[in-house]
């Protein structure tokens, strides 16, 4: 069983920075691919960031030279730096892990995390 939780959310002002953590439990989180989303009101959830089990990444280009992802795979944790906050940034940050197996895909899912960019 996995389970992953978010923190590192709040309210911060527009070009101010967040560190989103997010920490799995149980087995497998090396061989994960992880990722984050987000969703703000009245929108559809939206990919922010991905990290392969190999350490590639990819980014949505709304985050591109503001975000960074990364793992530690010896803390089960993934994170979430953001830089240069704007309020459009403004959603809740979901945290995202996906396994396969021969015989299927896992999929995990965090509570998220509300990020509030704002004067």
């Known amino acids: 069983q996995v389970q992953l939780v978010e923190s590192g959310g709040g309210l911060v002002q527009p070009g101010g920075s967040l560190r989103l953590s997010c920490a799995a439990s149980?087995?497998?989180?090396?061989?994960?691919?992880m990722a984050w989303y987000r969703q703000a009101p009245g929108k559809q959830r939206e990919l922010v960031a991905t990290i392969t089990n190999g350490g590639n990444v990819n980014y949505a280009d709304f985050v591109k030279g503001r975000f960074t992802i990364s793992r530690d795979n010896a803390k089960n944790t993934v994170y979430l730096q953001m830089n240069s906050l704007k309020p459009e940034d403004t959603a809740v940050y979901y945290c995202?892990?996906?396994?396969?197996?021969?015989?299927?895909?896992?999929?995990?899912w965090g509570q998220g995390t509300q990020v509030t960019v704002s004067s």
């Open positions: 149980g087995s497998g989180f090396s061989s994960a691919a």
């Open positions: 995202k892990a996906e396994r396969s197996s021969v015989y299927r895909k896992y999929t995990y």
